[in-house]
């Protein structure tokens, strides 16, 4: 059953800028743990950052600390992520994730269809 949907991603050149969204289909997920996932072609699924139910609290992979930033709006049920100063090593699918705990988001229990960035330079 299709529980999130994840849209914004593309094409852009290095430097350039991305918001991905992701909105759950479910009440019950305005009170999930939340975060991203991505998988470049040739490797394993990495995590790229998290964030409890009220969106008080957030983590984030070295990879992208001070880049990325990941947000909420629980009245509209959706996820964020904006990406900032993008460089090839960004390049993959960005998968939505959520667990059915409230402030950590340990071992994912629902996944989106993910969404496909692509940055050139």
């Known amino acids: 059953q299709e529980y999130l949907v994840e849209s914004g991603g593309g094409l852009v050149q290095a430097g350039d800028s991305l918001r991905l969204s992701c909105t759950a289909l479910?009440?019950?997920?305005?009170?999930?743990?939340r975060g991203w996932f991505r998988q470049a072609p040739g490797k394993e699924r990495e995590y790229v950052a998290t964030i409890d139910w009220s969106g008080s609290k957030s983590y984030y992979a070295d990879s992208v600390k001070g880049r990325f930033t990941i947000s909420r709006d629980n009245a509209e049920n959706t996820v964020f992520l904006q990406m900032n100063n993008l460089t090839r090593e960004d390049t993959a699918v960005y998968y939505c994730a959520a667990s059915q705990t409230t402030t950590v988001l340990t071992t994912p229990d629902y996944w989106g269809q993910g969404t496909q960035v692509t940055v050139s330079s």
């Open positions: 479910r009440d019950s997920f305005r009170s999930y743990a």
